[in-house]
């Protein structure tokens, strides 16, 4: 099951085990169980720590193993073989059961092993999904820090009559306790912040009391990152306030034109990012959304940022580099089928449609590159595109024309997206040379068509332009005093990681100038 290269790195990590780790493997007769065995033992003979056991009787999922420690009750389960995305998950809970320190907030811990209640999550994931292993790991690690919690994380490939009773059609879905819990990428302190009802109000309190910043930068992506960089080598108070540190990096699957970097996936690359930031003093306050913007009342005064959850930070200047999110189709069905054949991430969501009609909205780079990759995947795959031809670039055009199970409508207007009142059913749109309406059947929608800024919060106070983008000048100044602005929020030309990069660095320095030539009162 693993290559060479990968048992010699397990083998390094499974030295760092405190404590013995005991598999205790479900199986069935299926060709899953009998390569989920050979995992195992592959496993325990890379440590003399770990132990493996069969135990057919339990009533649970098969195939499937539970990671604890021998005579210990510890619930973090995988249903099906943990490889691919969730291998990094599988590595962490074996560390972690046999006693390596997670390197999260003490106070974060803290705050999951003082959690009251029984808690049974359930996780389904597919093993191409790269927003699937920040939800596997959060729960697994609070299922070994908590004995109420208990986390089974489950293939949904592997059991789709679960994913069709359940109606699943998009991943990492948690359900608690029976019930739906969440979808998308969530971490640890979001999940805790929905289960401890009183985190929140602690949360803003401790936000409330800290001391005024040199700069803030409101947004944790690429232009984020390289703003904190820059302003933290000044010697100045930094703080970042973002709602998810890496942003729609987060979301990237191939990123293959960064300068120096030949190939890396999003989220080694946001890690990276956060990884360089904290390098330097800044004070990155995650998970936290932009309510409003206060301009400073004199020359030199404070800004005021106020947040979601009703906290208040102050700061000297500002840079905003919100980013932007994908743009919805704004069709009646939409919003009903959301999560229920609608989906915005053909990588996560694209095996759940093993073999099924599906349809890409859109035809620029996101959207061939979504038909290519769903192709290998999905029985049939239209894309639908507004303009009378495609505007991807010429070779990825070929290769999505040399595909047999590919459809290209050209001039369609999307009108509406149909169900049956639980599941995407079908797809409306109008022929813009005739103006004739027609339908396709299908079973899932995949919409990429573009961004929005996430300006909504500002437009208000700040210059925008007519799409919301917020104007800045070569300098990233806004039309407001001490706030800048940096990245794909703004009416820079080109939306790319690159370039959100330097406009961050280069709103960094300007901020720095402006603090250093603006008087502060006493």
């Excluded at 780079?365 to 595109?385: Q, R």
């Excluded at 068509?449 to 100044?477: K, M, S, Y």
Aim: hydrophobic share 40%.
């Amino acid at each position: 099951m693993l290559d060479t290269t990968m048992q010699t790195q397990l083998k390094a990590y499974l030295e760092r085990l405190q404590r013995p780790v005991e598999l205790v493997a479900t199986l069935d007769g299926s060709a899953t169980a009998g390569e989920l065995r050979e995992l195992l033992h592959e496993i325990q003979g890379l440590s003399d720590k770990i132990t493996v056991r069969e135990d057919d009787t339990l009533d649970v999922r098969k195939p499937s193993f539970l990671i604890t420690n021998p005579g210990a009750d510890i619930g973090v389960r995988f249903a099906g073989v943990p490889l691919g995305h969730e291998f990094t998950s599988l590595v962490l809970a074996l560390l972690q059961v046999g006693g390596h320190p997670s390197k999260e907030a003490q106070d974060l811990l803290d705050q999951v092993k003082n959690l009251q209640g029984s808690f049974h999550f359930e996780t389904y994931y597919s093993l191409s999904c790269h927003n699937c292993p920040d939800v596997v790991q959060a729960l697994n690690l609070m299922s070994v820090l908590n004995p109420g919690i208990t986390h089974t994380a489950i293939d949904g490939a592997l059991f789709q009559d679960e994913v069709k009773s359940r109606e699943i059609m998009g991943v990492p879905t948690v359900f608690l306790n029976g019930e739906v819990f969440g979808q998308g990428r969530m971490e640890l302190a979001e999940i805790v912040g929905k289960i401890d009802k009183g985190a929140a109000a602690r949360d803003a309190a401790k936000l409330n009391d800290k001391a005024a910043f040199d700069v803030l930068i409101v947004g944790g992506g690429p232009a984020g990152a390289a703003a904190a960089v820059y302003a933290a080598r000044k010697g100045i108070r930094t703080g970042m306030a973002a709602e998810r540190f890496g942003g729609q990096v987060n979301d990237t699957l191939d990123i293959e034109n960064y300068i120096s970097i030949a190939h890396t996936e999003g989220p080694q690359f946001s890690a990276a990012l956060l990884n360089h930031v904290r390098q330097y003093e800044v004070d990155v306050m995650n998970l936290q959304q932009a309510k409003a913007l206060r301009p400073a009342a004199t020359e030199g005064g404070l800004i005021e940022l106020e947040l979601e959850n009703g906290a208040v930070l102050k700061s000297r200047s500002i840079i905003v580099s919100t980013g932007a999110r994908w743009r919805n189709m704004n069709v009646p069905g939409e919003e009903q089928y959301r999560t229920k054949g609608v989906a915005y991430c053909p990588h996560c969501d694209g095996p759940l449609y093993k073999g099924k009609r599906v349809a890409v909205i859109g035809g620029g780079n996101s959207g061939v590159e979504a038909a290519i990759d769903l192709a290998g995947v999905v029985g049939h795959v239209t894309v639908v595109e507004f303009m009378p031809e495609l505007k991807a670039d010429a070779v990825l055009q070929k290769k999505l024309r040399s595909l047999p199970n590919v459809d290209i409508i050209l001039n369609a207007q999307t009108t509406e997206v149909l169900g049956d009142g639980s599941k995407v059913t079908g797809l409306a749109y109008k022929d813009r040379t005739n103006d004739e309406a027609r339908q396709l059947e299908l079973e899932g929608i995949f919409v990429q068509i573009g961004l929005l800024p996430n300006t909504d919060w500002i437009r208000e106070t700040v210059a925008c332009n007519r799409f919301g983008e917020i104007e800045i000048d070569a300098r990233g100044q806004t039309s407001v005093p001490g706030v800048f602005a940096a990245g794909d929020c703004t009416t820079v030309p080109y939306k790319q990681i690159v370039v959100a990069a330097g406009a961050g660095a280069t709103a960094a320095l300007s901020a720095f100038d402006h603090i250093i030539r603006t008087t502060t009162p006493a």
